[in-house]
């Protein structure tokens, strides 16, 4: 007899004290308190506008607030870990203080942040380098033991767009998530929630492969996140820069949804929040 889907329990995540519960899609927020992000780079001028656009996001539909203060696009200049924690830590604070039911991610792939985060009220941990960037990431999530996003990522952000290259881009990255599941279960640690890292390390071709082939990695058991907002591979392909990437983003968010996502990563809230109505009405029907 089979398993009707609604029979199914959904994932679910503590997180100190909250709950994520991954029974429909849910809505990451971007929050980048960067000067240099490849969208809304320089978008902040004080804490009062940060939390300004945290309210924003919350009232429009954003479930997680994901606040990032080192820019991860292509070529960026690497921070060190000193300037990204203050850049971060006032930010981080105050959104926790002024929004305490709220779940905070921070995008970082610094072990280091990633604690101090969690000192400073952080929920989860999104992880651009999916552990390789940083070598003591997955002790430090083990023991933190909020969800952590991992992300796949060929290369750093300062090389990772120089000659991509797969042989099946598709069965390297679920490899990679099993290899680094795996090393993860070895520290008693599963609340993971994985991107196959849309843009980073990737040709054109890869990322709509990826896109297309995204419920391939449903069977690994874990929640999956497709970040695509304003993105080159939206750009690219309908002559779109950033600021007008809006429309395709919202395309490519509901074929995410429709081929398994279960959390978009999105600097537009109201947008994602009706590509999900509207997508769950769709399959429901």
Same mark, same amino acid.
Request: hydrophobic share 40%.
């Given at each position: 007899m089979s398993t009707k889907i609604s029979e199914i329990k959904p994932i679910e995540y503590s997180c100190k004290g909250k709950i994520i519960t991954f029974n429909? $899609?849910?809505?990451? !927020?971007?929050?980048?308190?960067?000067?240099?992000?490849f969208y809304d780079g320089g978008k902040y001028s004080t804490v009062k506008d940060v939390l300004n656009d945290v309210e924003e996001k919350i009232k429009q539909g954003a479930h997680i607030i994901d606040i990032g203060a080192a820019s991860t696009r292509p070529n960026a200049i690497e921070l060190s870990d000193t300037e990204e924690w203050e850049r971060l830590k006032e930010n981080l604070n105050e959104i926790r203080k002024t929004f305490p039911n709220t779940l905070i991610s921070v995008d970082t792939y610094r072990a280091s942040i990633a604690k101090q985060s969690?000192?400073?009220?952080?929920?989860?941990?999104?992880?651009?380098?999916?552990?390789?960037?940083?070598?003591?990431?997955?002790?430090?999530?083990?023991?933190?033991? %909020? $969800?952590?996003?991992?992300?796949?990522?060929?290369? &750093? $952000? =300062? &090389?990772?767009?120089?000659? $991509?290259?797969?042989?099946?881009?598709? =069965?390297?990255?679920?490899?990679? *998530?099993?290899?680094?599941i795996e090393l993860l279960a070895k520290l008693? *640690?599963?609340?993971?929630?994985?991107?196959?890292? *849309? !843009?980073?390390?990737? &040709? %054109?071709?890869?990322?709509?492969?990826?896109l297309k082939g995204i419920d391939q990695f449903s069977n690994l058991g874990f929640p999956i996140l497709a970040g695509i907002s304003r993105k080159a591979m939206i750009n690219k392909v309908i002559g779109t820069n950033p600021v007008t990437a809006l429309n395709g983003t919202t395309v490519l968010n509901t074929i995410a949804?429709?081929? !398994?996502?279960?959390?978009?990563?999105?600097?537009?809230?109201?947008?994602?929040? =009706?590509?999900?109505? %509207? &997508?769950?009405?769709y399959k429901n029907a």
């Open positions: 429909a $899609p849910l809505i990451m !927020g971007i929050v980048n308190i960067t000067p240099d992000s969690a000192e400073y009220g952080a929920d989860i941990i999104n992880d651009i380098g999916g552990g390789n960037l940083d070598k003591n990431m997955f002790a430090t999530v083990a023991e933190l033991d %909020l $969800p952590y996003v991992l992300m796949h990522i060929q290369g &750093t $952000p =300062q &090389t990772m767009q120089i000659n $991509p290259h797969y042989q099946n881009v598709l =069965q390297e990255i679920k490899s990679n *998530f099993e290899l680094k008693n *640690f599963k609340k993971i929630i994985l991107d196959p890292g *849309f !843009g980073f390390g990737k &040709t %054109l071709e890869n990322n709509y492969t990826l949804l429709l081929n !398994g996502a279960q959390l978009l990563r999105v600097h537009d809230v109201s947008e994602a929040k =009706q590509a999900i109505e %509207l &997508t769950e009405f």
